[in-house]
C-alpha cells in the first residue's frame, strides 16, 4: 500500500491507493458517479487525478483541458464546507489567481454547507446532473411510456439470437477490439474527450478484476457485440461506469441496458448511469428512459 500523503503533499492517484481510499468512499456513500475509486482510477491519465488527506477528509484535485487544477468535493464526514475551503485556498494560492479556484461536482449537501457570506460562489451546472432510474423500470419498461423501447427490444429478440454472459477475463480482448472500433466510428482521434474516453474504456477493462467491477456483456454468434460495466455506488444504487456496443446492430445499446440490470443489478433500487455533459443526442437517450431523479452538481468558486 502506498504512503499517505498529507494535505498539501497531494500524490498522483495509482492503483496502489485503492486499499486505503475505497473504504473511505464507502463509508462516504456517495451520490455523484464521479466520487468512486474506480471513476477517478480509470480517467486518471484524461484529468491526472491527484489526492491527499487533510484530516478525515480525501481531498482530490484534477487538471482541467485548460491545463489549471481544480477541486472535488472532499470526501469524508459532514461537514465538509472547512475541508472544501482549505482545498479552495489552496488551489488559488497556487494558481495566483482567486477566481480560478474552483471546485466542481460539488453534491447539494456540501452546497448547502456553503455560508452566504464565506466569499464563495456556489451554482448548478446542468451539464453535470446525473441520471438516476428506479432498477425495476429498467428491467420491466412497463406501461405506456415505455412502448417504444419494448418495441425495440421485441424487434431485436426477432430478428437476432443473443447470448448473455457475465463479463470475465476471457473476454478483455473482445471488448478491448469492440471499444477500438466503436472508438473508429467516433474519430475519437479528432476529439481529447473521445479519446480520453477510450483511455477511461481500456483502463476499466484491463483492471477489472483488481477494481472488482461488475459486467455483463452480448453475444451475437459467440461474437461480443456488446458489453457494461458497473460497480455499487451505495447501499442502493448501482453505478454505470462503462457501455458500449457495435452500432451496426441497432437495438443493442437498450438490449445491454436492460440484459445488464436484470442480471447484475436486480437487488438495486436505483442506477446511475451518469451525466449527459450537454450533449444533445445524449441528454435526449438518457431523457427517453425516463429517470425517476437527477442527482444535482455544483460548482464552488471563490468569488472575484
Same mark, same amino acid.
Given at each position: 500500500?502506498?504512503?499517505?500523503?498529507?494535505?498539501?503533499?497531494?500524490?498522483?492517484?495509482?492503483?496502489?491507493?485503492?486499499?486505503?481510499?475505497?473504504?473511505?468512499?464507502?463509508?462516504?456513500?456517495?451520490?455523484?458517479?464521479?466520487?468512486?475509486?474506480?471513476?477517478?482510477?480509470?480517467?486518471?491519465?484524461?484529468?491526472?487525478?491527484?489526492?491527499?488527506?487533510?484530516?478525515?477528509?480525501?481531498?482530490?484535485?484534477?487538471?482541467?483541458?485548460?491545463?489549471?487544477?481544480?477541486?472535488?468535493?472532499?470526501?469524508?464526514?459532514?461537514?465538509?464546507?472547512?475541508?472544501?475551503?482549505?482545498?479552495?485556498?489552496?488551489?488559488?494560492?497556487?494558481?495566483?489567481n482567486d477566481s480560478?479556484?474552483?471546485?466542481?461536482?460539488?453534491?447539494?449537501?456540501?452546497?448547502?454547507?456553503?455560508?452566504?457570506?464565506?466569499?464563495?460562489?456556489?451554482?448548478?451546472?446542468?451539464?453535470?446532473?446525473?441520471?438516476?432510474?428506479?432498477?425495476?423500470?429498467?428491467?420491466?419498461?412497463?406501461?405506456?411510456?415505455?412502448?417504444?423501447?419494448?418495441?425495440?427490444?421485441?424487434?431485436?429478440?426477432?430478428?437476432?439470437?443473443?447470448?448473455?454472459?457475465?463479463?470475465?477475463?476471457?473476454?478483455? *480482448?473482445?471488448? +478491448?477490439? %469492440? &471499444?477500438?472500433? =466503436?472508438?473508429?466510428? @467516433?474519430?475519437? *482521434?479528432?476529439? +481529447?474527450? %473521445? &479519446?480520453?474516453? =477510450?483511455?477511461?474504456? @481500456?483502463?476499466?477493462?484491463?483492471?477489472?478484476?483488481?477494481?472488482?467491477?461488475?459486467?455483463?456483456?452480448?453475444?451475437?454468434?459467440?461474437?461480443?457485440?456488446?458489453?457494461?460495466?458497473?460497480?455499487?455506488?451505495?447501499?442502493?444504487?448501482?453505478?454505470?461506469?462503462?457501455?458500449?456496443?457495435?452500432?451496426?446492430?441497432?437495438?443493442?445499446?437498450?438490449?445491454?441496458?436492460?440484459?445488464?440490470?436484470?442480471?447484475?443489478?436486480?437487488?438495486?433500487?436505483?442506477?446511475?448511469?451518469?451525466?449527459d455533459l450537454g450533449?444533445?443526442?445524449?441528454?435526449?437517450?438518457?431523457?427517453?428512459y425516463f429517470p425517476?431523479?437527477?442527482?444535482?452538481?455544483?460548482?464552488?468558486?471563490?468569488?472575484?
Amino acid at each position: 500500500m502506498s504512503s499517505i500523503p498529507l494535505f498539501p503533499a497531494f500524490k498522483p492517484l495509482e492503483l496502489g491507493d485503492l486499499a486505503l481510499l475505497r473504504p473511505r468512499f464507502t463509508a462516504f456513500q456517495p451520490r455523484t458517479s464521479e466520487l468512486t475509486f474506480t471513476n477517478l482510477f480509470i480517467w486518471r491519465g484524461h484529468y491526472d487525478f491527484s489526492w491527499c488527506i487533510e484530516q478525515d477528509h480525501v481531498l482530490v484535485t484534477a487538471r482541467g483541458a485548460d491545463g489549471v487544477r481544480f477541486g472535488f468535493p472532499p470526501i469524508g464526514p459532514e461537514p465538509r464546507v472547512v475541508a472544501a475551503s482549505r482545498l479552495l485556498h489552496w488551489l488559488a494560492k497556487q494558481s495566483g489567481n482567486d477566481s480560478a479556484a474552483v471546485i466542481e461536482r460539488a453534491d447539494r449537501v456540501l452546497a448547502e454547507q456553503i455560508p452566504v457570506a464565506a466569499g464563495l460562489a456556489v451554482e448548478p451546472i446542468r451539464d453535470h446532473f446525473d441520471y438516476v432510474y428506479r432498477v425495476r423500470d429498467l428491467i420491466d419498461l412497463a406501461g405506456r411510456k415505455y412502448h417504444s423501447k419494448r418495441n425495440h427490444l421485441n424487434k431485436f429478440r426477432r430478428e437476432h439470437r443473443f447470448r448473455y454472459q457475465p463479463l470475465a477475463a476471457g473476454h478483455l *480482448d473482445q471488448c +478491448l477490439a %469492440l &471499444a477500438d472500433n =466503436w472508438c473508429r466510428w @467516433r474519430r475519437c *482521434d479528432e476529439d +481529447l474527450s %473521445l &479519446a480520453g474516453e =477510450w483511455d477511461a474504456v @481500456r483502463e476499466a477493462l484491463t483492471h477489472f478484476d483488481a477494481l472488482g467491477l461488475e459486467g455483463g456483456a452480448i453475444f451475437l454468434e459467440d461474437r461480443l457485440q456488446a458489453f457494461a460495466v458497473g460497480e455499487w455506488l451505495n447501499p442502493d444504487t448501482a453505478v454505470i461506469h462503462v457501455e458500449k456496443a457495435n452500432p451496426e446492430f441497432p437495438g443493442l445499446y437498450p438490449l445491454i441496458n436492460q440484459q445488464f440490470c436484470e442480471h447484475s443489478w436486480a437487488s438495486a433500487e436505483f442506477v446511475n448511469r451518469e451525466q449527459d455533459l450537454g450533449e444533445p443526442g445524449l441528454r435526449q437517450a438518457k431523457e427517453s428512459y425516463f429517470p425517476d431523479h437527477l442527482v444535482e452538481k455544483f460548482r464552488i468558486r471563490v468569488e472575484d
